[in-house]
Each structure stands twice: as C-alpha cells, then as structure tokens.
C-alpha cells in the first residue's frame, strides 16, 4: 500500500485508497495531483502465488468452504497491503 504520492508529497488515506483498490485493483490515481500509479508486474506474481499455495492446499484437503473464505479474505483484506505501485510514464497511459 501506498502511505503518500512520490509527485505532490500527499498523504493517501487508507479509505481513499481502498476505494479506488475495489475499483480497480492494479490502478492507483492521486486525488490531489492526478499522477498514476501502476502495479509492478512483481507485484502481481508475487500476490498470484501466496493466493494460490493455500488455495491448492486446501483444494487437495477438499476444503471447500476455508478455500471460499480465503479468496474473500485475500482479495479485499490482504491483497491491499502487499500490492506494490510504481509511478507511470507519462507517455504509458497502462
């Protein structure tokens, strides 16, 4: 997660933040500045394989409900936090 923009200096709010996250989980927009952010593809790679080693785990136990629990746990609890953004050119639109 982001604590503030590298452009303007501008503290990002948590709230703020996490509204813009369930709209679009891989686009970052400064309120105050309007400078973009993406995620890293690192970033992704990273998210895609600490949400899948539980997920296979409990799909070989036949865990059906914790495997339904953990995705919802995941993409709107943890998946903020370990999201990583880096600012976009400005000639790179995403």
């Given amino acids: 997660m982001m604590r503030a923009c590298s452009n303007c200096e501008a ?3 948590f709230i703020d933040y996490y509204k813009q996250f369930i709209r679009n989980r ?3 927009i400064c309120k105050d500045c309007g400078t973009v952010y993406s995620v890293t ?4 790679i990273l998210n895609l394989i600490i949400m899948l080693i539980p997920m296979s785990y409990m799909t070989i136990k036949r865990l059906l409900v914790p ?3 953990w995705i ?3 993409g709107f609890v943890l998946q903020p936090f370990i999201l990583l953004y880096k600012q ?3 000639n790179n639109d995403y």
């Fill in 26 to 28: 891989y686009k970052y």
């Fill in 72 to 74: 919802l746990i995941w």
């Fill in 88 to 90: 976009n050119d400005i």
């Fill in 11 to 13: 503290n990002i709010k």
């Fill in 41 to 44: 593809g690192f970033s992704i």
């Fill in 67 to 69: 495997n339904i629990i």
